[in-house]
């Protein structure tokens, strides 16, 4: 429900993390804010609609919907739809936030968020929402005023109509009939003055001492141009001599100069005076006092259209000056300007490290060095966070575009100094060349946006330029995520089960469940097509939910058909961000009383990047586990960074050699095979090598101590019906 802000804003906040509500409300409540705190979309357009909001923290990953749809329906509803909404996500991609522009977000803050930055954008929305309804405010009761002064005007025209019409009659009349009219001008607070079609005073209301601080006999005779500021000088002329309508009133703003020498601005109202012929014989004018308002306005609108911080032109200003560069370009198809989206380097390092204020101040910095590496007609403009964006006017080749990126790469190579301590950074930079196939400023926005994307992909410092194969990349990817949340809404993931065997005996120690995609239009799709994509949205906590939905069921199945091993497990891969999700343990909980299951017939393989994050969160996750009778297994271990310290503190039964170092064993090169399974051995874990394909390797691994593997030399990963099959028949 849209409302007027009131004294205390109130702020919704939807997440569907208790920490992150927690603290912004905290943070929010802190500052003098209102705070309303729900963990659902539903949630929200509740709250939204049954009451009065002022702004909304918007998270995109919800449990019930997303948060794109969210603000869609706040968008569609006439009730909600002027409540600026800001989200806040882990998702940091560009077509992330391009989206979250497009269903009518306000802003975009990446998560981990900066609480000082989330602040300052609350207060700058609510800024401009409130200027909004200052100057929806101030419209209205300048209507008002214009309404009630027209009336005084009329009132006070009839009286000098009246005048006119009877100047021939007694002395004692007209002066009597001057008296009514200066009782009418004299008493009012504005100030009103008659003027001939000159704008010469005739007649000023005795206001003009307090207003002006010229006695009203001063100013008659004298024109109103010997007072109005030279800017203004043709504008205010032109007005008091353009003909007028009997039933015309008009509006000017005008500075004015007072005695003092300082100029004020006016806001006066006119109204002509016309004879019996229809001609206008003056002028009748009233005015008051606008300075302040003007003031206000002009700073608004700067503050609408700068950064805060570094005092460049925003995201606002850059769009409204592309807008007019389109014009330009469909107008003269030779004409081109160029765009440069620029990206600090590890800059979330330098403010975790040396804090938010140090952050803040190496931006000023850099704003300074973008500067010094354009010309005046350009433009650089800061969009948040450690995003710039550089317009090049009127160039004509996109090797100027690629010499301005160059120079800022040579300046940001010598280091920055800032507040005593030497920083080191560096950019990525996405180019783009505009001409007139752009027909809105989004559409550069979101392709400039791909280049800096593709740049740090690449490996960061460094620039990279548009090409269309870039935004047909974007499109597929696009397509791609649609398509795996259409798969996760119709459940088109299948599980597929690799046999993991006793190297000693030939038995059957259990399987590891891997996902597959039935795609309708693309058959089988194997993980490593979809699941970064599936990790760059969030979209993998999803997955994994159904994934381990899936083992649970087919577990119960087989301890109804066949008898299993007491020691038999299905391990399940259960990503980084399921694993520190909140409601990772409550879901998992669920699936195991809805399916019947045993904690114990679960091993959970995770990497060893979650374990070395060593949070509270991660260590109650991994004590919970460990008391449903659940084991763990590091995968891959060894590819990454390992610390032999987490391997001692947590409860970890297994290491699973990588099939990398399996394929690279040779009889006398067995090296880091050997450390891993006597490091492993040491800890008193066991030891899983996985991609083993040859008798060889089976033999050695043996040998070295090895106690199980999986691989194409045992089984391919098999459906369920075939898992099923090797589980009844295998030797």
């Not at 909600?80 to 992330?96: K, N, W």
């Not at 459906?719 to 295998?730: F, V």
């Amino acid at each position: 429900m849209s409302t007027t802000c009131s004294p205390k804003p109130v702020i919704l906040i939807v997440d569907d993390i208790p920490d992150n509500l927690h603290l912004l409300t905290r943070e929010l409540s802190a500052q003098g804010y209102e705070t309303r705190a729900v963990l659902t979309g539903t949630m929200a357009l509740t709250v939204a609609r049954s009451t009065p909001i002022d702004l909304i923290l918007l998270d995109i990953m919800l449990p019930d919907m997303d948060g794109y749809t969210v603000c869609q329906t706040l968008k569609a509803d006439p009730a909600t739809e002027a409540i600026p909404v800001i989200f806040l996500s882990a998702l940091d991609e560009a077509l992330d936030k391009v989206k979250a522009f497009t269903v009518g977000g306000v802003d975009y803050v990446t998560k981990p968020f900066k609480t000082i930055e989330v602040m300052a954008r609350v207060s700058t929305q609510l800024s401009l929402r409130q200027a909004q309804l200052q100057l929806q405010q101030f419209n209205q009761e300048l209507e008002n005023q214009v309404q009630q002064r027209t009336h005084e005007l009329g009132t006070a025209n009839r009286s000098l109509q009246a005048e006119i019409q009877v100047r021939q009659q007694v002395e004692q009349d007209l002066r009597h009939s001057e008296l009514r009219y200066r009782l009418i001008a004299d008493h009012m607070g504005d100030l009103v003055c008659l003027h001939n079609p000159d704008g010469q005073f005739l007649y000023v209301s005795p206001s003009a001492q307090t207003l002006l601080g010229y006695a009203p006999e001063a100013l008659i005779g004298k024109s109103i141009a010997d007072f109005c500021h030279p800017d203004d000088l043709q504008y205010v002329q032109i007005h008091f001599k353009a003909p007028l309508e009997s039933t015309q009133a008009m509006t000017l703003c005008y500075r004015f100069r007072r005695q003092s020498g300082r100029y004020l601005w006016l806001e006066t109202l006119t109204k002509p005076v016309l004879d019996e012929t229809g001609q206008m014989t003056s002028t009748v004018t009233s005015s008051r006092d606008v300075t302040r308002r003007v003031k206000i306005e002009k700073q608004l609108r700067y503050d609408s259209l700068h950064d805060a911080l570094t005092h460049l032109p925003n995201r606002d200003w850059l769009a409204k000056r592309l807008e007019l560069e389109i014009l330009q370009c469909q107008r003269y198809s030779q004409t081109c300007f160029g765009l440069l989206m620029i990206d600090l380097d590890r800059f979330k390092a330098v403010n975790d490290s040396l804090g938010h204020l140090t952050g803040d101040k190496l931006l000023i910095a850099v704003s300074s060095l973008l500067k010094s590496c354009v010309r005046d007609i350009d433009m650089v403009s800061r969009w948040g966070g450690d995003e710039f964006v550089i317009f090049l006017d009127r160039i004509t080749d996109l090797k100027e575009a690629i010499q301005v990126a160059e120079r800022i790469k040579t300046v940001l190579e010598s280091p920055i100094e800032v507040d005593g301590k030497i920083i080191f950074t560096s950019a990525s930079i996405g180019i783009l060349m505009g001409n007139s196939a752009y027909k809105t400023s989004n559409e550069i926005f979101r392709d400039v946006d791909i280049a800096l994307y593709r740049a740090k992909a690449l490996g960061r410092n460094r620039y990279e330029i548009f090409g269309l194969e870039m935004y047909q990349e974007a499109i597929a990817l696009l397509n791609l995520e649609n398509d795996l949340r259409l798969a996760i809404h119709q459940q088109h993931f299948v599980t597929y089960y690799q046999p993991i065997v006793s190297l000693s005996t030939q038995a059957l120690l259990g399987f590891e469940a891997l996902v597959r995609w039935q795609h309708p239009g693309r058959g089988l799709v194997m993980p490593g097509d979809f699941i970064d994509l599936a990790e760059d949205t969030g979209l993998i906590k999803a997955i994994g939910s159904q994934v381990l939905r899936q083992v649970c069921q087919t577990i119960k199945q087989w301890e109804n058909e066949y008898s299993l091993d007491d020691n038999f497990r299905v391990s399940v891969n259960v990503s980084g961000q399921q694993f520190r999700d909140a409601t990772f343990i409550t879901t998992l909980d669920h699936i195991l009383a809805e399916t019947g299951v045993r904690g114990d017939r679960l091993k959970l393989e995770i990497t060893e990047r979650v374990l070395l994050e060593q949070s509270d969160s991660i260590a109650q996750t991994l004590a919970d586990i460990t008391a449903r009778g659940m084991q763990l297994s590091i995968d891959d271990f060894g590819t990454g960074y390992s610390s032999l310290r987490y391997l001692s503190q947590f409860a970890v039964q297994t290491l699973k050699i990588d099939r990398s170092f399996v394929s690279q064993m040779q009889p006398r090169r067995q090296g880091i095979v050997q450390a891993i399974i006597d490091l492993a051995h040491n800890l008193e874990m066991d030891c899983i090598a996985e991609g083993v394909e040859t008798a060889e390797q089976r033999s050695q691994l043996l040998q070295l101590g090895c106690e199980a593997a999986q691989g194409y030399l045992f089984s391919r990963p098999l459906p369920l019906a075939a898992a099923s099959e090797a589980l009844q028949h295998w030797p």
